[in-house]
Antibody, heavy 122, light 110 residues
């Protein structure tokens, strides 16, 4: 059974940084692309970032480009999101998701973690 | 403002059917497969439909998807109270190099 567990969320001041982690189990991690998707309180889903199975190719939403960095450690079955220069509009529940194949562009998120909440406020 | 357009709400009575639309353009829905998610209150999204009209294992056949041109639809037949949820469509956008979502449709089972 696929299991994804995010961690690292919390309350952070505007302009500061935060690093989210996602620990994966129940599947061969380095066979799959991975995604980060966020949902602001009471709002819809927003794709944040994707990373291929080997970490060679990544993409970001324009809203986070230049501030967020996605990475993965296949030896640790883990996905990360480094978030810098955080803004109040980054406040959201951040979900880690498994892609449908090895490329994040080739298929949607098929499995989701429960999410970790990030609140950016002074 | 979401890239894909969905009606904000839909409603129907138990046992009836309902259809939720998703409109995109030549950069996303037109050339690429559409997927649909169901999000129950307080829960993570769940994949309902992928590749326009395919159901993952375990999704009841009451849920079906279709696509024509740059528009897609999710149909739910034999509505049950537990179908009350938010529904989102998504597709890969070749211009943005992003996954784009609809704004979501809140389905109420009356």
């Amino acid at each position: 059974e696929v299991d994804l567990v995010e961690s690292g969320g919390g309350l952070v001041q505007p302009g500061r940084s935060l690093r989210l982690s996602c620990e994966a189990s129940g599947f061969i991690f380095d066979d799959y692309a991975m995604h980060w998707v966020r949902q602001a309180p009471g709002k819809g889903l927003e794709w944040v970032s994707g990373i291929t199975w080997n970490g060679v190719r990544v993409d970001y939403a324009d809203s986070v480009k230049g501030r967020f960095t996605v990475s993965r450690d296949n030896a640790r079955n883990s996905l990360y999101l480094e978030m810098n220069s955080l803004r109040p509009e980054d406040t959201a529940l951040y979900y880690c998701g498994r892609g449908q194949g090895s490329l994040y562009s080739s298929g949607p998120v098929t499995d989701w973690g429960p999410g970790t909440l990030v609140i950016v406020s002074s | 403002q979401s890239v894909l357009t969905q009606p904000p709400s839909a409603s129907a009575t138990p046992g009836q059917g309902v259809t939720i639309s998703c409109s995109g353009d030549s950069s996303n829905v037109g050339p690429n497969a559409v997927s649909w998610y169901q999000q129950l209150p307080g829960k993570a999204p769940k994949l309902l439909i992928y590749s326009d009209n395919h159901r993952p294992s375990g999704v009841p056949d009451r849920f079906s998807g279709s696509k024509s041109g740059a528009s897609a639809s999710l149909a739910i037949s034999g509505l049950q109270s537990e179908d009350e949820a938010d529904y989102y469509c998504t597709a890969w956008d070749v211009s943005l190099n992003n996954w784009v979502f609809g704004g979501g449709t809140k389905l109420t089972v009356l």
